[in-house]
């Protein structure tokens, strides 16, 4: 059976039951691939390289696991050190179904040490400081560890204490919530069920009233940024599926929807439908009372200034002001940065708008200053990319790449950009928004920018063993 006709039979039974629709999907290799959302990244080399050096990883998340699975094979003598405080791993993806009530907690949340095999030294702390001067990395404990070369894969960190008045201990409290928000040092993921409490009381508040409701997006780079409308969605519909409603602001930094055309009239096609949504362009948090149920948000607009003859156009000037809105439930997702001991060291951007970020190179994901360094997933400063799709296409990028530098070569793989948001519209349909550095690359055959249940069923039932056997331990 091809992958067409597996869709087109599992579209044309969107009710059958989870074991139906696993066994669909499992009945050819193909669709498992490219129902992953992707194609096929670039693979390994077959042999394994006699190339020598010690490799230090710095992380315990998805990119790290990846890279480091990736180069046990791919090297014959592997001397490789892991630093990584995480003896548990989340599953981040499924916040997003724990909340809407789909995933339970230990649905995402497993042991690391199934991936750092015994032939890896393991330190069990965080880096704070990075001196790539001197090939080495420091502690928290102070534990000075050198390396030949370096893959740093730390990702983000969160800072609600920049918008006025939160804390990140305030969320679950006064309707506040916020899906992101986990210790993945710790290995817990409080948003999730944070937020699926949020639903159940924005539910039980909206059979005596029609609450407001804001979700809110910042101005910085976010980890899968279409998960504020993710749980937009998704609470509306959770509400809409017992015949109930509230009224719905989405307040985001950015001008648009999404940054695609073909996306973004999706999107805005989607909210029309639900017809008690309004937007709040160029809208961002800054401050909020969680006692009067109040939030702050700096709006920036221009307004049309005088006519210039020479350039036959009006000039634009820039405004901003302050505006407060009252609401019942706020969900909040938090301004979000490269890791201090990333940002405040000679590794990141230097200046310009990626300044903090690690500083690789956009296709080679090889630090531009320091060659012997190379970087994974959501802390690059790189366009797009902080997505799991991304890591998994970038790890093969990154263990090709930095062989050739141990082999004395120059790098030559590329990274394109691929990233993959699979945007939930409503309980039982996504839209899979597929992309790279020039635009839509759909890895099927289907209109990227329709809604379908197909990818709901994929989501919900074939990432997550995926991501846990397969992407984590390299194979795909």
């Known amino acids: ?282 809208h961002e948090l800054i401050a909020i009372d969680a006692e009067k149920k109040v939030a702050t948000f700096l709006h920036k607009y221009q307004v049309q200034g005088e006519y210039d003859k020479d350039f036959e156009e009006y000039d634009m000037i820039d405004k901003e002001d302050e505006v407060k809105l009252e609401y019942d439930f706020i969900h909040i997702s938090p301004p979000t940065y490269a890791v201090d001991a990333v940002a405040n060291s000679q590794l990141g951007w230097q200046k310009g708008t990626a300044k903090g970020w690690l500083e690789v190179d956009r296709e080679t994901l090889q630090h531009r200053r320091y060659k012997n360094v190379f970087g994974i997933g959501d802390v690059c400063g790189i366009p797009i990319g902080k997505t799991g799709g991304s890591a998994r296409h970038q790890g093969p990028i990154v263990v090709g790449n930095l062989i050739s530098v141990m082999e004395k070569k120059e790098p030559s793989l590329k990274f394109d950009g691929y990233t993959v948001c699979p945007l939930k519209t409503s309980y039982g349909e996504i839209i899979m928004a597929e992309f790279n550095y020039e635009g839509l690359a759909p890895s099927f055959p289907l209109d990227p920018a329709q809604p379908r249940w197909i990818w709901w069923a994929f989501d919900l039932y074939m990432l997550q063993p995926m991501y846990r056997y397969l992407m984590l331990n390299g194979l795909m």
């Open 1 to 282: 059976m091809s992958p067409e006709e597996i869709v087109k039979k599992i579209e044309e039974n969107k009710g059958l039951s989870r074991r139906s629709a696993l066994k669909m999907m499992a009945l050819s290799p193909i669709a498992a691939s490219v129902l992953a959302g992707t194609a096929a990244p670039t693979p390994l080399q077959a042999s394994s390289s006699d190339a020598v050096g010690k490799i230090v990883i710095v992380g315990g998340g998805s990119g790290a696991l990846m890279v480091l699975s990736r180069l046990r094979r791919a090297l014959s003598k592997p001397d490789i050190t892991i630093i990584a405080p995480n003896e548990k791993h989340v599953y981040q993806p499924g916040q997003i179904f724990v909340a809407a009530g789909e995933y339970e907690p230990e649905d995402i949340i497993f042991d690391n040490t199934g991936y750092i095999g015994e032939d890896v030294t393991w330190i069990k702390d965080e880096v704070t400081t990075f001196d790539p001067d001197n090939n080495k990395v420091t502690t928290k404990a102070g534990t000075v560890v050198e390396y030949d070369y370096l893959i740093v894969a730390t990702g983000v960190q969160y800072h609600y204490e920049q918008i006025e008045g939160l804390t990140a201990d305030m969320l679950g409290k006064n309707g506040i919530a916020s899906v992101y928000q986990s210790d993945l040092a710790a290995g817990t993921a409080e948003g999730g069920t944070i937020t699926r409490d949020w639903f159940n009381a924005l539910k039980e508040a909206a059979k005596t009233s029609k609450p407001r409701v804001i979700c809110t997006q910042p101005s910085t780079p976010l980890k899968c940024g279409g998960a504020p409308q993710k749980i937009l969605c998704l609470s509306d519909d959770f509400l809409r599926r017992e015949k109930l409603t509230a009224d719905f602001i989405f307040a985001t930094a950015s001008e648009k929807l999404f940054s695609l055309p073909e996306i973004d009239a999706a999107l805005t096609k989607v909210q029309k439908e639900y017809g008690n949504i309004t937007n709040k362009f160029g």
